[in-house]
């Protein structure tokens, strides 16, 4: 009968290459296999092969189920399995090794080189490709020119691609005479396809060399020849299979305010504000964040009793503390601003400018003034907006009717000036910010301003202006009315809703980490 753990002899030593089916019912017929001391002639016999003993033709078997190599690619063989044309890097291993079936573990272009992880063991594997778990990965690169020192703050904001995605923030490191020097080494957390040579494209440089020297914590081993591997040390191992638990603890819950913390009529619950309170209490920094200004957060804050930080402005301005004194800004070049109020004057609707800490408005209609109430937001009147000359980080529309405001979207999704980018920022709002702002860059720049990995966040949140945050994150959390989009990006979603859905997020994820 077959018991728990066990599987077949002749299973157990044609995985480890020892001989083919066929030719273990011979070998195991002429008694040349033993278990346990035993002879076993029938090679259907099961056994648990991490606790019985085989000898075969005398010798003791070491059972593994998985193998981990460490190849120093070549260049000119694909990271692939299998390809019609190409070489892969199965085809440098030898049938000991193939026949555990071992896969890359990522993908490096056919052109590059360095540190290639092999192994058959799918769990690691997964652990250290999901784009949830921000490994980090390092390359050495020779550029086809130099890149001037600013181009270090600009990959630690993260790159806009050729196709309008923006990368997580990259770590650039330019070696030896940053005025002279075209080499570089360059750490990213995700992978997307040619992603170190898009970015540098992206700052109008080209790659010329590109060799992976880090996969995170495991550093290419320099004495591997190219096309050369072997296995991993256990120290190795026991590093790259610890790298998660050992970054776990968590030092900081991004909350979005509306829709995911506060109700809908913009209360919020004895039992959320108990729960937040308890993660404040347990040490891990709460940081709000919000579509809207920082003043209308600010009374979310006093009524949990705490203060901190508000990512404000869908992610254009940070502030700190009950003085909301600015930690960083990302304006609106004037004259685009400019353009965009003509454009929007010439579209009738209500819209407001924003500062990092204050909201003008030049008139105010019914409907808006009930909005502010209900955000508790005092707006400062102007005389015409075009008198704010710089400071401005976001102008948004107020339309009560969303129907008017998907057409209005629609309409001016096809003649938005370069510069600027809109967002639906809830069902009522459109916000005009600059580009590549978001929730998700601001929550990354300020965790990383306070020596946090995204490993170390936790992000909770339930409309799509909070995609790039919950992405960030390590952890990032969908509470039950979040739109399909978000529900998808989520690592988790609770099963309630912006009532008590922070609590139950925090019970689960937060505080029983
Ligand atoms: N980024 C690239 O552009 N290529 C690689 O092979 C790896 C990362």
Redesign the pocket.
Known sequence: MKAKGTQRLDKVLSSLGIATRSELKKMAKQGRILVNGEIVKDTSFHLNPEQDHIHVDGQAVTYKKYIYLMLNKPPGVLSATEDLRDRTVIDLLTEQEKHFAPFPVGR??KD?EGLLLLTNDGKLAHQLLSPRKHVDKT?FAKLDGVVGEEAIFSFQQGIQLDDGYVTMPAVLKLIGDAIQSNEIEITIQEGKY?????MFEAIGRK?IY?Q?IRMGNLDLDRTLPLGSYRTLTETELVQLQSIHKSKRAIKLLALDVDGTLLRDDHSLSEVNIASVQKVAASGIEVVLCTGRGAPSALPVFQQMGLSGTIISHNGAATVNGDALEVQQQIEIETPIYKELLVMLRNSQLFFDVSTATSLFVENLIPEAKKMYDLYEVEPEFISDFESLDGGVVKVTVYEPDPVRLDDFQQTLSKIMPAGITMVRSGIYFIDFMVPSVNKGVALAHYAKSRGYIPEQVVAIGNYNNDIEMLHYAGIGIAVSNSTQEVLEVADFVVASNNDDGVSDAIASYVLES
């Open positions: 490096l272009d590059t390359y040619h992603q170190v040579k898009r790659v590109l992976r």
